[in-house]
């Protein structure tokens, strides 16, 4: 439905608030076509008369929403308070979905958004593929914080009074004879990732599985999350690996991140 086949329809409809809609439907008049406008562009564009519009335009100016410029008027940053109320509203597994679905289409591999819960890592939201070359990633599957690629990723990109907090909690169980054994060698594998922004796993949780993560950081530079990918050592080299899925998890990360309110 376009802007002014909208307009019309509210006036059909006396169940609605027509000044409600009518001013978001001037917000909704400026795209990327259309990023600045005069009044009479916006008055043609909602199917409005020109008093109306530039009433409409008016209120919107002053509740900050739209800037005017001699006779043109554009959109603020404010506009995007609205879509960070939407995105802040819903559960992060689910806003994750489209986005482990993207990377698993580009690369081929399956992958899992993995949060800290307490000294584990936890899956809320995979996407997996037929491929025999990677495990089926379950949602809800728990794993040690600090042999676990996402956790390590977590881990890394904490600021660093909470990571040594948590440090102080964690109890190395070397998990496969590849594992790290000793926090020294724990803390220098998180400065490693901190240099590249991602962490592998190469058998430390189980031979002949190796995993790959990268962090996930919300709009205001805090990790909130990672994600994460599993193949099989013998069937897929590291570099192999990092040249598929690392350049799609890290673009898609930082897209997914900036919807995290």
């Known amino acids: 439905m376009t802007v002014q086949n909208s307009t019309e329809e509210i006036k059909k409809n006396r169940g609605l608030v027509g000044s409600l809609a009518h001013g978001l439907n001037v ?6 076509d259309h ?7 916006v008055s043609e564009r909602t199917g409005m008369d020109r008093a109306s519009a530039r009433r409409y335009l008016l209120t919107l100016c002053h509740l900050g929403f739209v800037t005017q410029s001699g006779r043109l008027f554009r959109l603020t ?3 995007m308070d609205l879509g960070y109320s939407f995105l802040s509203s819903i559960p992060l597994a689910q806003k994750a979905q489209p986005y482990l679905n993207m990377i698993r289409d580009q690369t081929g591999f399956p992958v899992a958004l993995g949060i800290r819960d307490e000294l584990d890592i936890v899956h809320v939201a995979s996407a997996n593929t037929d491929e025999f070359a990677s495990p089926a990633l379950t949602i809800g599957r728990r794993f040690p914080l600090a042999y676990a690629s996402a956790g390590r990723c977590i881990l890394a990109f904490l600021p660093s009074e909470e990571r040594d907090a948590i ?5 190395l169980a070397p998990m496969s004879e590849y594992s790290i054994t000793t926090m020294t060698g724990l803390r220098a594998n998180l400065k490693d990732t901190q240099k590249t922004g991602f962490a592998l796993v190469d058998q430390e949780m189980q031979v002949g599985i190796r995993s790959l993560a990268v962090p996930v950081f919300d709009h205001n530079a805090n990790v909130v999350a990672s994600f994460n990918t599993f193949t099989f050592s013998s069937i897929v080299p590291e570099d192999v690996l990092i040249e598929r899925a690392l350049p799609a998890m890290l673009d898609v990360a930082t897209e997914f991140g900036k919807t995290i309110i």
């Open 77 to 79: 940053s404010k506009v």
């Open 27 to 32: 917000l909704m008049a400026f795209d990327k």
């Open 167 to 171: 440090l102080k909690r964690v109890r």
């Open 35 to 41: 990023p600045q406008m005069t009044l009479s562009v």
